[in-house]
């Protein structure tokens, strides 16, 4: 994997024509800065990769978990490393993005903790809801199947008295 990803950093170095974009590496086992990054992003195998926005001190950082040849690094690149709507980069966000965004940098932390906590549950009660109303309509397609089966066995049993009565005439 090592040659696709370098590969992958020569093109966005000397190809791409995008200088927004980094391709680097991070040796987690010799060196001691390394070593600390690896634990600050919790990297427990090798190798791991990470992609999104490292600002804010990599906090938008994702683990990667796709192929590993040139040609699947770079198509999920070429589709993934765009600007993200970030508070550090207004400029890639949509209007209402960055409107939300703006409204929530106003905010102070207790607040923006009590937004954060009234979204997720929100998120919470609209599964909920989801999962209650799936159980229903299961339950009603169950009924239906049921019916679908009963009226299936009485027509076929009737398609068999039907076909011995005209084997007889």
Request: negative net charge; aromatic residues 10%; charged residues 25%.
């Amino acid at each position: 994997m090592a040659k696709a990803w370098n590969e992958l950093a020569m093109y966005y170095n000397e190809e791409s024509g995008r200088d927004d974009v980094l391709i680097g590496s991070i040796d987690c086992t010799n060196s001691p800065h390394g070593k600390n990054l690896c634990a600050k992003f919790k990297i427990m195998g090798l190798p791991t990769l990470m992609f999104g926005d490292a600002s804010y001190s990599g906090v938008y950082l994702e683990e990667y978990g796709g192929g590993k040849t040139f040609g699947e690094l770079k198509a999920f690149a070429l589709e993934a490393l765009l600007p993200q709507c970030t508070p550090g980069n207004l400029d890639a966000c949509s209007s209402d993005d960055r409107n939300a965004m703006q409204t929530y940098m106003a905010m102070s932390y207790g607040q923006l903790n009590a937004k954060f906590e009234s979204t997720v549950q929100k998120l919470q009660e609209l599964d909920e809801a989801f999962s209650i109303r799936f159980k229903e309509l299961q339950k009603v397609y169950d009924g239906n199947l049921l019916e679908k089966e009963l009226q299936n066995t009485e027509t076929r049993r009737n398609i068999k008295l039907i076909k011995e009565v005209m084997a007889l005439k």
